[in-house]
């Protein structure tokens, strides 16, 4: 069974902190994935990753950035956390190739005061 | 530019049918995914379909028309762990996904 495992299900940190969420994935798994996901605004990608090393910005990257420096471990970090980034994040990953599915992360919820 | 649209809430009776219909405009198609996602929790892969016709997995079973940019996932014998929101993706080219706003679906007995 595919696990991803996201670092804190709940986090709870202050304005201009940089915060770091990490996803860690068992699968061998090409790709990572960063989403948020708002109430009315459904699933958004933030970054992606189809390599070590390598990223790909995604529909909002404005205020994160990422980190793939291993295959299974993907971080995303909110440089300095401003109150419109509270949210619920998700992880995914996934094999490379046409219509494999994204197995996602628990999410972790975070709270910028 | 590029569109997913689904209905925002969906009620049915268990037991039911129920067809969660998505639209889509992008500027490119690789496939489309169903995603099931409970309250609180993790979405999980339901199906996915890259060419024209219906696809059965049990109870649920989606289909495809590119020509229409159409999509239905089709509930058969709703059951109450049904209660979820149901999550449209599509893969316009190379990995990522863009996702519906999903629609939440309340089985009632």
């Known amino acids: 069974d595919v696990k991803v495992t996201q670092s804190s299900r709940y986090l709870v940190k202050r304005t201009g902190e940089k915060v770091f969420l990490e996803c860690v994935q068992d699968m061998d798994h090409e790709n990572m994935f960063w989403y948020r996901q708002d109430p009315g605004l459904g699933l958004r990608l933030i970054y992606f990753s189809y390599d070590v090393k390598m990223k790909e910005k995604g529909d909002i990257p404005e205020g994160y950035s990422v980190s793939r420096e291993k295959k299974e471990r993907f971080s995303l970090i909110l440089e300095s956390a401003s109150t419109n980034q509270t949210s619920m994040y998700l992880c995914?990953?996934?094999?490379?190739?046409?219509?494999?599915?994204?197995?996602f992360g628990d999410g972790t919820r975070l709270s910028i005061l | 530019g590029q569109n997913i649209d689904q209905p925002t809430e969906m009620t049915a009776t268990e037991g039911a049918i129920v067809q969660i219909n998505c639209t889509y405009q992008t500027s490119g198609f690789n496939g489309l995914f169903w995603y099931q996602q409970h309250a609180g929790e993790a979405p999980t892969f339901l199906s996915y379909n890259v060419l024209d016709g219906l696809e059965e997995k049990g109870r649920f079973s989606s289909f495809l028309s590119r020509s229409k940019g159409y999509s239905y996932l089709l509930l058969k014998e709703l059951q109450m762990k049904d209660s979820a929101s149901y999550l449209c993706?599509?893969?316009?080219?190379?990995?990522?996904?863009?996702f519906g706003k999903g629609t939440t679906l309340s089985v009632s007995s």
């Open positions: 995914a990953s996934s094999y490379a190739g046409r219509g494999r599915p994204q197995h």
């Open positions: 993706a599509v893969n316009q080219a190379g990995t990522a996904l863009i």
